[in-house]
């Protein structure tokens, strides 16, 4: 079993449409939650960063993460074409001394006008 | 603006022959890493520098080293390039270990 699982997709959504993109782990100790953007041919890009259980708003983008259930979502609301790409969710723990990442596999996502 | 770039953003080697990625950033941030994502797979670490502290992930394979030979640049060195080592490498930069890391575009590899 990966530690982090992530729906590759490609998910399509009309333009306006609420998005849930999400992603599972197994382990306990991943302690900070995190969601990058990559457009096509560039590099990831911080979206959202929480550590505990519950909700986080910026904007149109609100990050969930339940520790309980070892459970995080990205929901994009009124979803836009210019939101087309791909979303990494990132796991932060603690290893060896080191704040180590671990990224999933990525959500590709189209916004159809 | 301050950001990381990656240079240059498409290599083609054949197989066997050595070939050297670059990066630098203008942050001025402690932290390099340097990643190697595959197609719909996930960034996977390969080494990562604190200063000039090296340190390799335990699978990275010894084909790949890394040089900084100072807090602005760092090089991914690919001593013989197998065909499995296409892929997108991506250099990051963070400005203490655990901090946002900031990513360059990637360069895209391809192995002839």
């Known amino acids: 079993q990966k530690e982090v699982e992530q729906d590759p997709g490609p998910l399509s959504v009309p333009e306006g449409a609420i998005v849930s993109l999400n992603c599972t782990y197994s382990n306990s100790a991943f302690q900070y939650f995190m969601w990058y953007r990559q457009y096509s041919r560039k590099g990831p890009e911080l979206l959202m960063y929480t550590y505990s259980s519950g909700n986080k708003e910026d904007g149109r983008f609100t990050a969930q993460v339940d520790k309980s259930s070892k459970y995080i979502s990205l929901f994009i609301r009124d979803s836009q074409p210019s939101d087309s790409a791909t979303y990494l969710c990132a796991l932060k723990w603690l290893s060896g001394g080191y704040q180590k990442v671990t990224f999933g596999t990525g959500t590709k996502l189209q916004v159809i006008p | 603006d301050a950001m990381v770039i990656q240079n240059p953003r498409y290599q083609v080697t054949q197989f066997g022959k050595p070939v050297t990625l670059s990066c630098s950033q203008t942050l001025n941030h402690n932290v390099m890493y340097w990643y190697q994502q595959k197609s719909s797979q996930a960034p996977k670490l390969l080494f990562h520098y604190y200063d000039k502290d090296f340190n390799n992930e335990a699978d990275t394979p010894d084909n790949f080293q890394s040089r900084r030979p100072n807090t602005s640049f760092c090089f991914l060195d690919i001593r013989s390039p197998g065909l499995g080592d296409a892929a997108m490498y991506l250099c990051?930069?963070?400005?203490?270990?655990?901090?946002?890391?900031?990513f360059g575009p990637g360069t895209r590899l391809t192995v002839l």
């Open positions: 990051a930069t963070s400005s203490a270990l655990g901090n946002e890391q900031f």
